[in-house]
């Protein structure tokens, strides 16, 4: 999955949330947050899938297969991980300045 792509889903995401008429239940909530997290580690995990195997290929001596493919593709996932890492430091920081709240 490219970049961009990734981009554009959590914009319409962002934008089917702003656009609900009626209010959502936390566990609609829940569920919603969670399927999409899911699905966008699942995207980061093909692409380091996708770079793996292009660099073994690569690796063996496969000719239909450049260095600049097997580059971009490791560039992508590791933009996707990076991302992912700081949406989980977000995501633990929200959680500890919730847990330190007062009651």
Known sequence: MKVNGFLSEMQALKMEATNT???ATGAQVSADFGAALQDAIQNVNGLQKTSSE???RFDQGD?????????IA???SSVAFEATVQVR????EAY???MNMPV
């Open 21 to 23: 008429s009626r209010p």
């Open 54 to 56: 292009l660099s073994s």
């Open 63 to 71: 000719r239909s297969v450049s260095l600049s493919d097997v580059m």
């Open 74 to 76: 490791r560039n992508k």
């Open 89 to 92: 430091n977000k995501l633990v």
């Open 96 to 98: 500890k300045e919730l």
